[in-house]
C-alpha cells in the first residue's frame, strides 16, 4: 500500500508570489490535513478536508488556504508569501473512526526569499 | 497554538540506556499519540493510548497517561543509535487523528 505522497519535496519562492503544495492519501483515506512546521512555533495544524470539505481550521491567516478533490488528493495553497511562511509543510491522512492514528507524508520545504 | 510542553528539549544517552520522555498538556483529549521525527522528515507514529488507558506497551515502548494531571511520558527501553530522532506527543480531542495538537518536542541522540 502506498503511503502518502507530498510533491513537491522542495521548493524556493520569492517574497509576494504564491504557492501549491501538493498531497495524494492513502488510498481509501478520506481526510486530509495539513499542518506547518518551523523552528519558532513548533508543529502546528492548518486545516483538515473530509469528503471535500473543510472540516476543521487551525490558526492561520486567510492567505492560507485549501481544497480537496473527488479522489481525496489534496492541495494547499499559499498567496502573497511572507518571508515566515519558510517551514516544512507536513500533510496526514486518516482512515477516519475513532482511535485512529495520521499518517504523514515526507513534507514539502518551502523557502521564501 | 502548541497544546503543552515537552521535557526534557534534549536528552543524550549512551547505547543500550533508557530514554524518558514526557509531555504535558492543556485540554481534554479523546487519545494521546506519540511519533518520532528524523532529521526534519514525515512523523512516524509510534504509540496512541486512549483517554480511559493508562498505561501501554509496544516492544520497546512504554507509555503512560495521567489525564488527571493532563501529562503523559514515553519510555524507550535499550536504545539504540538508531532510536536517534525527535518524539512529539500530540492529543487528539476528537479521536479521528485528523486535528492532532503537538508538543513542543524532545530531540534525542543516542551515542555508541
Known amino acids: 500500500k502506498a503511503g502518502v505522497t507530498q510533491t513537491p519535496r522542495y521548493l524556493i519562492k520569492t517574497r509576494g508570489q504564491q504557492v501549491t503544495l501538493s498531497c495524494s492519501p492513502i488510498?481509501?483515506?478520506?481526510?486530509v490535513s495539513w499542518y506547518q512546521q518551523t523552528p519558532g512555533q513548533g508543529l502546528q495544524f492548518l486545516f483538515e478536508?473530509?469528503?471535500?470539505?473543510?472540516?476543521n481550521k487551525g490558526n492561520f491567516p486567510g492567505r492560507f488556504s485549501g481544497r480537496q478533490f473527488s479522489n481525496s488528493r489534496s492541495e494547499m495553497n499559499v498567496s502573497t508569501l511572507e518571508l515566515g511562511d519558510s517551514a516544512l509543510y507536513l500533510c496526514?491522512?486518516?482512515?477516519?473512526?475513532?482511535?485512529?492514528?495520521?499518517?504523514f507524508g515526507q513534507g514539502t520545504r518551502l523557502t521564501v526569499v | 497554538s502548541q497544546q503543552g510542553e515537552e521535557d526534557p528539549q534534549a536528552l543524550s544517552i549512551q547505547e543500550g540506556e533508557n530514554a524518558t520522555m514526557n509531555c504535558s498538556y492543556k485540554?481534554?483529549?479523546?487519545?494521546l499519540q506519540w511519533y518520532r521525527q528524523n532529521s526534519g522528515r514525515g512523523l512516524v507514529h509510534l504509540i496512541l493510548?486512549?483517554?480511559?488507558?493508562r498505561e501501554k506497551h509496544s516492544g520497546r515502548l512504554r507509555v503512560t497517561l495521567d489525564t488527571s494531571k493532563k501529562s503523559s511520558s514515553l519510555l524507550i527501553t535499550a536504545s539504540r543509535a538508531a532510536d536517534t530522532a525527535s518524539y512529539f506527543c500530540?492529543?487528539?480531542?476528537?479521536?479521528?487523528?485528523?486535528?492532532?495538537?503537538f508538543g513542543t518536542g524532545t530531540q534525542l541522540k543516542v551515542e555508541l
Open positions: 496526514a491522512s486518516t482512515p477516519g473512526g475513532g482511535y485512529t492514528e495520521a499518517f
Open positions: 488510498s481509501g483515506h478520506r481526510s
Open positions: 478536508y473530509f469528503s471535500e470539505t473543510q472540516r
Open positions: 485540554t481534554s483529549i479523546n487519545n
Open positions: 493510548i486512549r483517554s480511559n488507558e
Open positions: 500530540a492529543t487528539d480531542p476528537t479521536g479521528g487523528g485528523n486535528k492532532l495538537t
